[in-house]
């Protein structure tokens, strides 16, 4: 449960970061968005849940 609230206490940060020092920059990100597919959206989500998921349990079992 530790390693839960502490991964999300740093994405919170990481999210707070970009967020205070690049506002304008996380706006041009977002209208790019508009312009990629909605699969493609969705391949680079489960790619990145993927890719998260198999760093954890690559962490956990060193």
């Given at each position: 449960?530790?390693?839960l609230v502490t991964?999300?206490?740093?994405?919170?940060?990481i999210?707070?970061?970009?967020?205070?020092l690049?506002?304008?920059l996380?706006e041009?990100?977002l209208?790019a968005?508009?312009d990629?597919?909605?699969?493609?959206?969705?391949?680079i989500g489960?790619?990145a849940i993927?890719?998260?998921?198999?760093m954890?349990?690559?962490?956990q079992a060193?």
């Amino acid at each position: 449960m530790d390693l839960l609230v502490t991964g999300v206490a740093m994405v919170l940060i990481i999210e707070g970061l970009a967020y205070a020092l690049a506002p304008s920059l996380i706006e041009r990100m977002l209208e790019a968005m508009r312009d990629v597919p909605l699969d493609l959206r969705r391949l680079i989500g489960v790619s990145a849940i993927a890719a998260g998921t198999a760093m954890l349990w690559i962490l956990q079992a060193l």
